[in-house]
């Protein structure tokens, strides 16, 4: 099992920039794809990035690609999202979420999909 803790998120105008953070405890952390979903109050969950892991491999939803960048650091069982370029429609609670992955090089976009989920943070982006 592993357990995911997001953290980084916060108020910011639009236009500007947040990084969040997913610390991820358990076992064989390299086992792991990961992915960053997020929920805007009343919407359904969705996507927004996913890597694979080795990290050589990233997907993004279109509503983020060329804003937003994911990365991990497997030596200190973390992963990243560089949020650019913030719009108010980027408002959300964003969540990590992990899956075992028999590939290196696998990603997956759908929730379901992913079977461990951390407790979000909050990205408020004002106009």
């Known amino acids: 099992q592993v357990q995911l803790v997001e953290s980084g998120g916060g108020l910011v105008q639009a236009g500007g920039s947040l990084r969040l953070s997913c610390t991820a405890s358990?076992?064989?952390?390299?086992?792991?794809?990961l992915a960053w979903f997020r929920q805007a109050p009343g919407k359904e969950r969705e996507f927004a990035a996913a890597?694979?892991?080795?990290?050589?491999?990233?997907y993004y939803a279109d509503s983020v690609k060329g804003r937003f960048t994911t990365s991990r650091d497997n030596a200190k069982t973390m992963v990243y999202l560089q949020m650019n370029t913030l719009k108010p429609e980027d408002t959300a609670v964003y969540y990590c979420?992990?899956?075992?992955?028999?590939?290196?090089?696998?990603?997956?976009?759908?929730?379901?999909?992913?079977?461990?989920w951390g407790q979000g943070t909050q990205v408020t982006v004002s106009s």
């Open positions: 979420a992990a899956r075992e992955a028999l590939s290196v090089g696998s990603y997956f976009s759908r929730s379901v999909d992913y079977n461990y």
């Open positions: 890597i694979s892991r080795s990290g050589r491999s990233t």
């Open positions: 358990g076992r064989a952390f390299t086992s792991y794809a």
